[in-house]
């Protein structure tokens, strides 16, 4: 498994644990759009490999990044509200995910414009 699939993979997770604190504390709606978009960078990432062009693999890491992007905005949100616990390392994951998506979206778009060329 690629790091980025690694990473992913651990992000979901710990965002699905995130989500049930979330969820006891009675706080269903953040918990309900943490989860879809931080679990839907995952799914984005994992199917790549079954992409059938370099067309479709680039616009699902775009997907990927877009979703990542709104998950470390909610997560920038739960920080506002006073009652919920902060989840720096969730944030600094989301980050480092969305760093390496852009690296991987430049790549790609570079080596489909050198094939084009």
Do not use: W
């Amino acid at each position: 498994m690629n790091i980025l699939k690694t990473k992913s993979l651990l992000f979901g997770t710990s965002i699905i644990s995130y989500c049930k604190e979330l969820k006891e504390m009675e706080h269903d709606i953040i918990s309900d759009l943490l989860f879809e978009s931080g679990t839907a960078v995952g799914r984005k990432v994992f199917v790549l490999d079954s992409c059938f062009s370099k067309k479709e693999f680039i616009q699902n890491l775009e997907l990927a990044k877009s979703e990542a992007s709104r998950t470390l905005f909610l997560l920038e949100i739960s920080e506002d509200i006073d009652e919920l616990p902060e989840k720096p390392e969730l944030k600094d994951a989301a980050g480092e995910i969305i760093k390496m998506l852009s690296a991987s979206i430049k790549s790609a778009k570079s080596k489909m414009d050198q094939f084009e060329n």
